[in-house]
Every structure is written in structure tokens, then in C-alpha cells.
């Protein structure tokens, strides 16, 4: 089924609008306090339609990603009462224990490592603000961590370029299908 190969010729269509450098600052932002989609699925294809302009969208990613991270420490700070009740629905209570316990092992490394992978990040900017770590580490990891990462996402495409892209779209329907499936199977593991 091409359903991913569909989807990313819609991204693509999107990252060319005159307003897609807004609409990835607002996913961005959203991703980092409560929205669960990353804004890779933006910066990539805006990257690849626009290369020139790689540095700029990742520079722009990780800006508006950090200040989504504000916000999402605020509203750990001040409202965790109020969203415990979503966390364990949408099946982040444990990922959110887990965040904190690591905040009690690790605090800055905690942010560095969950600005730069794929563990929800948006989570660990909740359990900083639930734990009131100091903001000013806060902060800084939070600005390596997502700035390492999506400039390694812009530069990749960027140097990668048109054959990038092109083995991308060879491939994409596979990689979305096992990343469904990854997601399914940690959903599983977590649930447990």
C-alpha cells in the first residue's frame, strides 16, 4: 500500500507554501509541549524543496522547538495537577515516571539526550518543570540537544540532496510501514 509515498507527495506540496516557514515554527513549538507529531515530517521535505534554505529551517526549528520546551517546563511547573489525568490516558504516565526518575540520575543529560532523540522530548520538558529543574540547564540542553538534532536532519538532506530524495521516495513507503510497526510494538511493550 503507497500510503506514505502519497503522504510525503503532500508534505512536499505543504513545505512550498508561502506560509510553511509558520506552519513549522507552530509544529515546532506544539511538539515540544503537547502535539505528538515531530516537526522532522516538516523540516525534512521543506529541506528537500528548498535546500538553500536548510540552515534557516533548522535554525528556525530549533527555536521555535526550544520555546515550545519553555512552555511544556511551564506547564510541568505550574499544571501538572491539571494533565496527569491526559498523561495516563494517552499512555505517557510511565514514559513521564521514567523522565523523572532519570531527572533525579541525570538532570541536564536527561534534556540533551531527549532533545536529540526520538524519546518524546515534550515529556521530559513536563517533568523538568514537575521537578523544577533550574531553568537556566534547562535551557541550555535543551539547545544543544534540539539544535544537534535538527541540523544533522537539514544537513543530511541538504548534502544528500536529489539522490536523497529520490531514495527516499524509492523507500519511504517501507520505512513508514516498519515505523508503524515500531511504534505499535513499543505502544505493546509500554502498555505492560
Known sequence: MRLFSLLMDRVLIWSRHPKATFYLAGLSFAESSFFPIPPDVMLAPMVIASPKKAWRFAAITTISSVLGGLAGFFIGMFAIDLIEPSLKQFGYWDVYLLAKDWFSSWGFWAILA?????????????????????????????????????????????????????RLRQYIDLIGWLFVAAMVLGFLILGN
Open 114 to 166: 531527549a532533545g536529540f532523540s526520538p524519546i518524546p522530548y515534550k515529556i521530559f520538558t513536563i517533568a523538568a518543570g514537575a521537578i523544577t529543574m533550574p531553568l537556566m540547564p534547562f535551557i541550555v540542553a535543551s539547545i544543544f540537544g534540539r539544535a544537534s538534532r535538527f541540523f544533522l536532519v537539514a544537513g543530511l538532506i541538504y548534502l544528500g540532496g536529489k539522490k536523497f530524495e529520490d
